[in-house]
Nanobody, 125 residues
């Protein structure tokens, strides 16, 4: 069992930056690939980024590539999402998620085992 708690969301102007954090409970954090997803009002939850269990590989949605960066510190049981050059269309609730199937890198909601409660990011124009 893994419990995830996101933080760092807030209100920012377009072009600004935010860093989201996701703290995980338990001793097995390093056994999970970690992903970030987001859900805007009236839309389905969508993939943002994923980092493998060792931090060796990262993948991004095309919509955030070059602007967002995912990282992790296994010793702190924490995964981060650095978001730069934010746009109003980045406004959403952001969720972190843990995937125990580390042999593959996943981008679909149903492929993740554990979820946080989400943190709101609002980008004003």
């Amino acid at each position: 069992q893994v419990q995830l708690v996101e933080s760092g969301g807030g209100l920012v102007q377009a072009g600004g930056s935010l860093r989201l954090s996701c703290a995980a409970s338990g001793r097995t954090f390093s056994r999970y690939n970690m992903g970030w997803f987001r859900q805007a009002p009236g839309k389905e939850r969508e993939f943002v980024a994923v980092i493998t269990w060792s931090g060796g590989r990262t993948y991004y949605a095309d919509s955030v590539k070059g602007r967002f960066s995912i990282s992790r510190v296994n010793a702190k049981n924490t995964v981060y999402l650095q978001m730069n050059s934010l746009k109003p269309e980045d406004t959403a609730v952001y969720y972190c998620a843990a995937d125990s199937s580390v042999s593959l890198v996943h981008s679909r909601v149903y492929e993740y085992d554990y979820w946080g409660q989400g943190t709101q990011v609002t980008v004003s124009s």
